[in-house]
């Protein structure tokens, strides 16, 4: 059954990626995408979709994967079910980071206003890093707090989360308030979340943090399973808890603050895709971590189709996607009295 | 064999729990740990073990210091059952497939798989191993529980109050069962139980704490109005039926 369920979310992750490859401003038929990946077709079809799509659908899949197994991870060594990258402020401090390299090291500029396009960053390289460095920096105040604080308990940990992405979102607005025109409309346009900014060699460089993640957390799977069950029983089990928890949770933030500053802000899947999962796949997270990455993937493909698809050739920004469906997914399952809020 | 010395345990800056404990605890038998709430029992069995780290002193295990023993060696011969047992969302047959952790390395073999089955049809829990532990009573999570820690196959179970929410009927069958399992494969059952009515039918050896330490330790020739009254305060008398002593508050 659970394995069924993994290979259900692989055949639909395939399915709205056929989809998301074939449709846009340009339709393509089946038999052309399939034509097109074969190198069969012609130069502008190729161009359209090994220039455009895909690298477009592999950021969706990989970065949604990335912050779903995150999530996951996060809400079990917290012990937290509200554990994840957005609401620890790792999202919240890579926002900040950008803005910073925006504004103050002059990384962004504007070249047009439409909602079509035209916003670009001109050294997108400055504002990855400073989203990196910054969301980095969130996870680490909130491991030193666990380390110094030990009685603060995982829903200390939370708390002291909402206060640093308070703190960087008052950031973010200072600097948006002092940034000029062409500063803001970059700092507004990165903090909207945009997979189509990531190029090859940035899906590269997701895609190996991600697969080096995901090997230590399945590698550590039992371990985490073990941890469902409460930190007395890991430890009887022989699991050494508080390495597993720093190990996992600066990993977990580091994958998620290299996803979030190549692609913007991206929150709910972090939280939603290992819930879903877990109605199918239960805490075991042998299924759960490989669950969620497909679901992540899925959900992030599916929002990012859904903005691209929804009023072309206007293409609506992936954040704002993943809220409306995250959120309403988030209450649902909420109202299902699911183990969300034990 | 355990053998404890000069134990000492405090959380935080709070006076000691346990202050300077040592005793020598043997091979075979189901020993009862008694005393007040807070006289340190489950204090006590979590040092045992390592879920906490003791200030002072050390405890060996058949000779093995427990300060330097790998956490994963540990677990093949201490299994663990908390007070407060968390029901993690996972079906009764993988949640007691966790109890083989300690010898899985990359994924469970055959043998895993039979013991776990054995176990679980030794506490009639064959018919719930499809079931989500979420969806269970508290009782049918405690068996659960034990069943885990049976599937640990290690030399020395610690259980604490491991029948604190279950009927008289299932009470008494799962420590006959803890007892059998004491005699049959000689394994060392230390039980933090509240019952003295239970403690003295089921265990053969009774440890009393009382202000940090250990008030006595022996066979059931300790177990008298005095020892009960000085630990906890009340007096009591002590009937023979059949064999057994029924403690009976005056």
């Known amino acids: ?342 | 064999m355990i053998r404890v010395e000069g134990l000492s345990y405090s959380y935080g800056s709070s006076p000691k729990v346990l202050d300077n404990i040592s005793c020598q605890l043997e091979q075979g038998h189901c020993i009862a740990v008694l005393g007040n709430n807070g006289a340190g029992k489950s204090t006590l069995l979590k040092c045992l073990n390592r879920v906490l780290v003791p200030q002072e002193g050390e405890v060996l295990i058949d000779g093995d210091d427990t300060n330097i023993m790998p956490r994963r060696e540990m677990a093949k011969k201490i299994a663990y059952v908390p007070q407060r047992s968390i029901a993690s969302h996972t079906m009764v047959f993988d949640a007691v497939l966790l109890g083989r952790k300690p010898y899985i390395n990359w994924d469970v073999t055959e043998e895993d798989r039979r013991i776990v089955q054995r176990v679980l049809k030794q506490l009639n829990l064959s018919e719930y191993s499809t079931r989500y532990t979420s969806e269970l009573s508290g009782g049918e999570l405690q068996k659960v529980v034990l069943a885990r820690a049976l599937a640990q196959e290690s030399d020395y179970l610690l259980l604490d109050e491991p029948t604190s929410n279950l009927d008289p009927h299932n009470k008494h069958n799962m420590l006959r069962l803890i007892q059998d399992i004491s005699i049959e494969q000689n394994k060392t059952v230390i039980i933090v139980i509240h019952d003295l009515n239970l403690a003295v039918r089921y265990c053969d050896r009774f440890l009393f704490l009382k202000d940090s330490n250990i008030y006595r330790y022996g066979g059931c020739e300790i177990v008298t109005t005095q020892t009960i009254e000085d630990v906890y305060g009340m007096k009591v008398e002590i009937l023979e039926h059949r064999e057994n002593k029924i403690i009976v508050p005056c």
């Open chain 1, 1 to 342: 059954m659970k394995r069924i369920v993994i290979v259900i979310a692989c055949i639909l992750v395939l399915a709205v990626g056929l989809f998301s490859v074939a449709s846009g401003s340009m339709d393509l038929t089946f038999r052309e995408v399939v034509q097109t990946l074969f190198g069969k077709s012609t130069v502008q079809n190729e161009l359209v979709v090994f220039g455009v799509r895909l690298p477009r659908i592999a950021a969706s899949i990989l970065v949604g994967a990335a912050l779903a197994v995150c999530g996951a991870v996060m809400q079990c060594v917290l012990h937290n079910p509200l554990a994840s990258a957005s609401t620890l402020g790792v999202s919240q401090g890579a926002g900040f980071g950008a803005a910073l390299g925006i504004v103050v090291f002059g990384g962004g500029v504007v070249s047009s206003g439409s909602a079509n396009v035209a916003i670009e960053i001109n050294n997108p390289y400055i504002v990855t890093f400073s989203a990196f460095v910054f969301g980095s920096l969130s996870t680490l105040v909130v491991l030193l707090l666990f380390r110094f604080k030990r009685n603060l308990g995982s829903g200390g940990l939370i708390l002291a989360g909402v206060a640093l992405s308070s703190l960087f979102t008052g950031g973010s607005t200072l600097l948006q308030y002092f940034a000029d025109e062409t500063q803001l409309g970059a700092v507004v346009f990165w903090t909207f979340g945009n997979l189509g900014s990531a190029s090859w060699t940035e899906i590269a460089i997701i895609a190996v943090v991600f697969i080096a993640a995901f090997v230590y957390f399945m590698f550590n799977r039992w371990n985490y399973t073990a941890m469902c069950s409460g930190t007395e029983t890991a430890k009887s089990l022989g699991v050494n808890t508080t390495t597993l928890m720093l190990v996992s949770m600066v990993i977990g933030s580091l994958t998620a603050a290299v996803s979030v500053a190549f692609v913007g802000i991206i929150n709910f899947i972090g939280l939603v895709a290992p819930h879903m999962m877990r109605k199918f796949v239960g805490d075991d997270y042998r299924f759960l971590i490989p669950a969620s990455a497909v679901a992540g993937g899925l959900l992030l493909l599916t929002a990012d189709t859904f903005g691209r698809l929804i009023i072309a050739p206007v293409i609506l920004p992936v954040g704002a996607i993943t809220s409306f469906l995250g959120a309403p997914l988030f209450l649902w399952l909420l109202m299902r009295g699911d183990k969300i809020n034990d």
